[in-house]
């Protein structure tokens, strides 16, 4: 009797995450059409050609994963939820490139690729937007620079291509010491604008 009880159990339980899985997986595909906002997300990267040899590019290489939702879901017809994606998770690696300066602060150009190599993402003139917090990390002159950077993204190819500008904000720490840069991405005010049925701000 308690074994079939378990038995009825575990198979309703199993019968419950076949249809999350299923659920799940529709919701990853689908064309990627209008405006998908920023749920979660973090980067990290090294910078190369900074230190020991000053005068050489300064260059970033890391990793980042985000996870975004397409606005206004809910208010779309049965037909348009079959069709556009309500869930975006990209993960991969990216470089950026030291472009130029304003003032003392600097400005980067980015290109993120993601795992599967079925596209990328590319960003221009990305800065920091607030007053930066600096303190002392150890040798003199060295120091950590934290504050709110805006990433640029302008255009995007492969499964991307349909990706116009769009507006990432995050909370960055930059090392001097380590020449390591942390990133939090900023839920909600950040996003990316896919062209379609939508037209992008």
């Not at 529709?26 to 050609?49: K, P």
């Not at 809910?74 to 993960?91: D, G, Q, T, Y």
């Not at 709110?148 to 991307?160: A, C, L, R, S, T």
Request: charged share 20%.
């Amino acid at each position: 009797m308690n074994v079939n009880r378990k038995f009825r159990s575990t198979a309703i339980i199993i019968f419950n995450l076949s249809i999350a899985a299923d659920v799940s997986a529709d919701q990853n595909t689908g064309e990627l059409d209008g405006i998908y906002n920023l749920r979660r997300g973090w980067a990290e990267s090294q910078e190369i050609g900074a230190s020991p040899n000053p005068g050489e590019p300064v260059e970033q290489i890391g990793r980042y994963r985000v996870t975004l939702e397409r606005r206004g879901w809910h208010l779309l017809p049965p037909a348009e939820k079959k069709r556009i994606r309500r869930v975006l998770i990209i993960s991969g690696v990216f470089r950026g490139e030291l472009v130029q300066y304003i003032g003392q602060n600097p400005l980067f150009d980015h290109v993120l690729g993601n795992d599967d190599r079925t596209g990328a993402v590319y960003t221009e003139n990305d800065t920091l937007v607030s007053p930066p917090k600096i303190a002392p990390c150890g040798p003199p002159g060295l120091v950590t620079i934290s504050g709110v950077e805006q990433i640029n993204p302008i255009k995007g190819i492969g499964i991307y291509s349909n990706l116009r500008r769009s507006k990432i904000l995050a909370n960055v720490t930059v090392n001097q010491c380590t020449l390591q840069n942390d990133l939090q991405f900023i839920p909600e005010v950040s996003y990316l604008c896919f062209e379609g049925s939508t037209i992008c701000p």
